[in-house]
């Protein structure tokens, strides 16, 4: 029987870390399933989910705790029962005040959670700054991606949204 946990990994970011991260699990039978690793500024951030004997979580837990250079932590896995659809968005716009505020009071507004967000404020030659971001979102299935792409659209008149293609 296997277990399965999801941990979260964070601390200062350097060379061999995450190398040292899957050596351990992996001489303990386990292996990743999947990864959300990041590095900014300097900090190093990870969400992996975790198969793993049974007679072998708690020493892999109070070993991966015992790293000092990083603060780990695990939670169970919980499938969502509910349906849903997957959509994807790409956004971008003049940056201003408040913007990602509005973007995710629109998606809530809608019951649309945000899966990953990556986003990015370009500086421009102009002086003006791009916000720039990519969205993976899960939905009820009675709404459409195009509207609401056209409703984010119409948080700000200089706002370009497409909707990404999903498997």
Known sequence: MNDLFVMSVEG????GLLRKLAETTHAHG?????SKLSNLEGRFVALIKVE??????SQLK?????????????YPCQPSTERR???AF????????GLVNDITQLLANHDINIEELDSHR??????????????SVTMPPE?????????????????????????
């Open 30 to 34: 386990g292996k990743w399933l999947a």
């Open 122 to 135: 370009l500086g421009l030659s102009d002086g003006q700054n791009l916000f720039t971001a990519t969205l």
């Open 52 to 57: 793993v004997p049974s007679e072998n979580t």
């Open 143 to 167: 709404l459409d991606p195009a509207f609401i792409a056209r409703e984010l659209e119409g948080l700000h008149e200089q706002m370009a949204v497409n909707v990404i293609p999903t498997l």
């Open 62 to 74: 109070e070993l991966l705790v015992q790293n000092s250079e990083v603060t780990v932590t695990f």
């Open 85 to 87: 659809i997957n959509a």
């Open 12 to 15: 200062p970011d350097r060379t």
């Open 90 to 97: 790409n956004i971008d716009a003049n940056d201003r005040p």
